[in-house]
């Protein structure tokens, strides 16, 4: 089992719903990455939380340390929000390294 | 721009050849990651510095790789004898520790290889 599971894998949606994305961990965190991936590959860092809710726009990430969940959810999802979305996680244990979800391919359609 | 650089962007070699990846980190940054992704997967951690200083080394950093950071800024990933596994994205990340930071880490555009 991974450290760090995201669902769904992929997700389809028409402009202007609702998105959720959830990201489930099972290790000690000192704090969890939201990052979105563009075909081509380069990552850009969302929100980067550690408790309770961030928003950024039409972004929301939220978190609950005791249920080791957290979830990006997009409001009015527009087609330039296509992308793969990742939920990476900094162990508590005296390391910086992240632990990576696989990702949720996200498709918006007009 | 005063983002993370990588260079090449794109590199196609045959199998056997070696191969080096250089990371520009953001200035003033004193951490240095390197990650590698493959196909439809998730990156994973290969290495990471403080200022010249390997700290921790990824069991998946066989004997073929190795990373470098010699003054402190710029770092290289170089890979010998080339294997078609090898084949990925390398993802290099930067980010500022220190007692009163977050430490986020901020990623650069990644070097996609190609082995033949």
């Known amino acids: 089992k991974n450290e760090v599971e995201q669902s769904p894998q992929n997700l389809t949606a028409q402009e202007g719903e609702f998105i959720t994305i959830n990201c489930s961990y099972s290790v000690g965190i000192s704090a969890l990455h939201w990052l979105q991936q563009h075909p081509g590959g380069g990552i850009v860092s969302l929100f980067m939380l550690s408790s309770g809710k961030k928003k950024h726009g039409r972004l929301i990430a939220t978190i609950n340390i005791q249920e080791k969940h957290s979830s990006l959810h997009i409001t009015a999802s527009h087609p330039r929000d296509s992308a793969v979305y990742i939920c990476?996680?900094?162990?508590?244990?005296?390391?910086?390294?992240?632990?990576f979800g696989t990702g949720t391919r996200l498709q918006v359609f007009p | 721009d005063t983002g993370v650089s990588q260079d090449p962007r794109h590199k196609i070699t045959k199998r056997g050849q070696n191969v080096t990846f250089r990371c520009d980190p953001i200035s003033e940054h004193n951490r240095l990651y390197w990650y590698r992704q493959t196909l439809g997967q998730g990156p994973e951690f290969l290495t990471y510095f403080q200022n010249e200083a390997q700290l921790e080394k990824s069991r998946l950093l066989s004997d073929r790789f190795s990373a470098e950071r010699p003054k402190g800024s710029f770092s290289t990933l170089e890979i010998q004898r080339t294997e078609q596994g090898d084949s990925a994205m390398y993802l290099c990340?930067?980010?500022?520790?220190?007692?009163?930071?977050?430490?986020?880490?901020?990623f650069g555009p990644g070097t996609r290889l190609t082995v033949l």
């Open positions: 990476a996680v900094r162990s508590r244990h005296n390391t910086d390294k992240l632990i």
């Open positions: 990340a930067s980010s500022l520790a220190g007692r009163w930071t977050d430490n986020e880490q901020f």
